[in-house]
């Protein structure tokens, strides 16, 4: 595939169900769009408390209205996660810090940390399992492909300062293009950048980077969820 000189990077946390949402779909509009998808891990509670916005846990009226959108939004994208019996804040540093060591130590590609991510997001958002334990790395591990001993590698360079750092240097980089929550989305075309926020901006973004937006199944493509 030719480029098309069309950076389109992600910040996103698996705490995120918003990011859950924007990840699935910019994977399939990834080709359609011949996009340069960049996966950026960050870390939510930093991106928060680098720009002064509040969780939602401390807005009731938005936990509330969470509930209903999200469910809609898991139909309207066709990614299916089930609301759990309440909404909940929880601090993804290590899963981060996990997804980080992923991404470092396989920089060859972006397959493994998509499914590693799939896999935490599946957890926390489906099945509504407790992501901060070492069960579920090592779980979602396996189940991206990884083997028993990467597992355990990965667990361990996760506690690593320079993964400590590389985390704390991309949630930097979101704060420094003024994000303030996840998903984050930098497109980059012809030089210039622009942001955006969520999961429900796609048509205005694919007026910037001059694509066409078709849905969030383009060419009746099938989830792979």
Known sequence: MISSGKVVKLYYDVASPYSWLAFEVLFRYRNVWNIDLKLKPAYLGGVKHGSGNQPPAFIPNKMQYMASDLKLLSEYFGVPMFKPSKLYETDSLFPMRFVTA??????????????????????????????????????????????TNEVEEILTLAKSQPIKDKLKSVTKEALEFKCFGLPFIVCHVNGKAEVFFGSDRFELMAYFIREKWMGPQPTNLTATM
């Open 102 to 147: 992923v991404a470092e130590q396989h920089k060859e590609g972006d397959g493994l940390v998509e499914r590693v991510s799939r896999e935490l997001w599946k957890r926390m958002w489906r099945t509504h399992q407790d992501i901060t334990q070492p069960a579920s790395f090592i779980e979602a591990g396996l189940k991206a492909g990884l083997s």
